[in-house]
């Protein structure tokens, strides 16, 4: 009875690297999502195909696309990893008070806060985090999560939402489109192909409007990921408004260029979300003051740099 379930039950490497190519349509974009190299996401997709064996996946020019079979797949392994997620994050928080559950942002928890982590730790050694990844409002009861960080605005209900940046963003893509499609005034963008996201549906408006462009909006390609619309400006495709703070190491290797150098504060703000229930948690606590400091710190020095 045992051998035969094991035949069933399939490698959660294998299924978290399904679900992400799934979601994200891309090799790429699913191992800088699972921070995994394309060749291991390949190899993870190819091992699950032959212990099915199905195809998941044809492989096209322009990318890959799930079957008629992967996509019904899809829909219940999707499920499956998230309650999975969950109810380890509910038996982990049984486990002491030392443990900080935190939800991030993909895009902004690879590139910004992964990289100040271990000045959290070093001030809290005693304190572990878990992390997931979260993108939108959730119910944090029965999530197993102590704390989030949030893209939008302040209004979470049952929680206390602390503002931590603003973003600036600015219109990005590929040198080679911007070569072939030249922009001599702002207005000329106005018939490119311009990138939508979901979580900043007025991006465009807002950017065109501080330059006194009426009527102007995006209407192009949308995008629910941050990855996947930073790959398809690599790729050539369009324009995109984003954060220039989250690619500064495509701004500076010169993969990516503004399309027109001119900023905006973006309608959107980043905020640490914590349920009323768990205020005095104090792993929560301490982090919520560490990553204060580390925002007001990094805004300071944006600001600065933004004078000279």
Request: aromatic residues 10%.
């Amino acid at each position: 009875m045992i051998t035969h379930q094991r035949r069933f039950l399939k490698s959660t490497s294998a299924l978290a690297a399904f679900d992400s190519v799934a979601k994200l349509g891309s090799f790429s974009a699913a191992a800088s999502e699972l921070a995994l190299t394309q060749g291991a996401i390949s190899r993870q997709i190819g091992l699950l195909e032959d212990q099915l064996g199905v195809k998941l996946f044809e492989r096209t020019n322009r990318g890959v696309e799930l079957t008629a079979i992967g996509r019904n797949y899809a829909k219940g392994i999707g499920d499956a990893l998230a309650t999975i997620r969950t109810l380890s994050l509910e038996a982990m928080a049984t486990r002491d008070d030392t443990h900080l559950r935190l939800a991030i942002l993909p895009t902004f928890g690879t590139r910004w806060l992964m990289p100040r982590i271990p000045d959290f730790l070093q001030r809290n050694p005693a304190v572990i985090i878990d992390f997931a990844t979260r993108i939108g409002q959730f119910e944090f009861e029965g999530s197993g999560l102590d704390a989030a960080i949030h893209i939008g605005e302040p209004n979470w209900p049952g929680t206390d939402c602390q503002f931590l940046m603003q973003e600036m963003v600015a219109p990005v893509c590929s040198p080679a489109f911007l070569e072939q499609n030249p922009v001599k005034r702002p207005e000329d963008l106005l018939v490119k192909p311009l990138f939508d996201m979901a979580s900043r549906p007025r991006a465009w408006q807002q950017w065109f409007a501080s330059l006194d462009i009426a009527d102007g909006r995006g209407g192009g390609m949308r995008f629910e990921q941050f990855s996947n619309v930073v790959q398809a400006c690599l790729a050539g495709l369009g324009i995109a408004l984003v954060p220039t703070f989250l690619i500064e190491p495509e701004l500076a290797s010169g993969q990516l260029v503004r399309a027109w150098k001119h900023e905006v504060k973006s309608a959107s703000a980043y905020y640490l979300v914590r349920p009323l229930s768990k205020m005095a948690y104090a792993p929560a606590s301490a982090f919520s003051a560490w990553i204060l400091e580390q925002a007001r710190e990094f805004s300071a020095a944006r600001n600065e740099a933004q004078k000279i």
